[in-house]
């Protein structure tokens, strides 16, 4: 079974904060996405990645897919209260089925 | 167009009953999946379709979970004989036409409560 695991499970910090969410896992997958989920509603993707070592920046966020294929991370700068939410790392496996394997969660508070 | 949507987006079961949850994917969309999201975990696969198809059935939790999409659009996951275990948000998404890093759209899930 593969399984990923996030960490923190919640971060609660002040606005204008930097923070970083770690994503790991003992299995290699093939694409790793990041989403974030409102209450009430579906994840939304954010990015993905898939070349080993990849940096991928959108606005004040950073995703980094581990040169092995088996973490991730993501950096948030400047964290404002619109960020707040439940970040979503998800896992693709090389077998030719596209099911994604979710992370454990992170959620995350931005206090004004 | 309109995104992924799902129905009813809340239901309350008494245990024992069946139930039967109802997800339109993206006009066009070649794959569809379900997820089962417990309460403050992330999204769990439960089974996958391409068109009619049921390629993969494997997340399924028991036999009381049956799930079809006989036209290859809409889909229905049904849930016999329902247990208080059942309580989650279950998630539908669809995606273009499926393959490596395939972005998946999400509906707004139905939340199940099993009284």
């Known amino acids: 079974t593969q399984l990923l695991e996030q960490s923190p499970q919640f971060l609660s910090i002040q606005e204008g904060e930097n923070l970083t969410v770690y994503c790991n896992s003992s299995?290699?997958?093939?694409?790793l996405q990041w989403y974030r989920q409102e209450p009430g509603e579906g994840p939304v993707l954010l990015v993905t990645?898939?070349?080993?070592?990849e940096v991928k920046k959108l606005k004040r966020l950073t995703f980094q897919f581990g040169d092995a294929r088996k973490d991730s991370s993501l950096h948030i700068t400047a964290a404002q209260p619109g960020d707040t939410g439940l970040y979503l790392c998800?896992?693709?496996?090389?077998?030719?089925?596209?099911?994604?394997?979710f992370g454990t969660g992170t959620r995350l508070t931005i206090i004004p | 167009g309109a995104g992924v949507s799902q129905s009813p987006r809340y239901k309350v079961a008494k245990r024992g009953q069946d139930v039967a949850l109802r997800c339109d994917p993206i006009?066009?969309?070649?794959?569809l999946f379900w997820y089962q999201q417990a309460l403050g975990q992330g999204p769990e696969f439960l089974t996958y379709?391409?068109?009619?198809?049921?390629?993969?059935k494997s997340g399924l939790p028991s036999d009381r979970f049956f799930a079809e999409r006989p036209e290859g659009s809409v889909s229905t996951l049904k849930i016999q004989r329902t247990q208080q275990e059942d309580s989650a948000v279950y998630l539908c998404?669809?995606?273009?036409?499926?393959?490596?890093?395939?972005?998946?759209?999400f509906g707004p899930g139905t939340r199940l409560t099993v009284l």
């Open positions: 998404a669809s995606s273009l036409v499926g393959g490596l890093a395939d972005t998946q759209y």
């Open positions: 299995s290699v997958f093939s694409s």
């Open positions: 990645v898939v070349t080993g070592g």
């Open positions: 998800a896992g693709e496996s090389n077998f030719g089925n596209e099911k994604l394997t």
């Open positions: 006009s066009g969309h070649v794959s």
């Open positions: 379709f391409q068109n009619e198809a049921q390629l993969d």
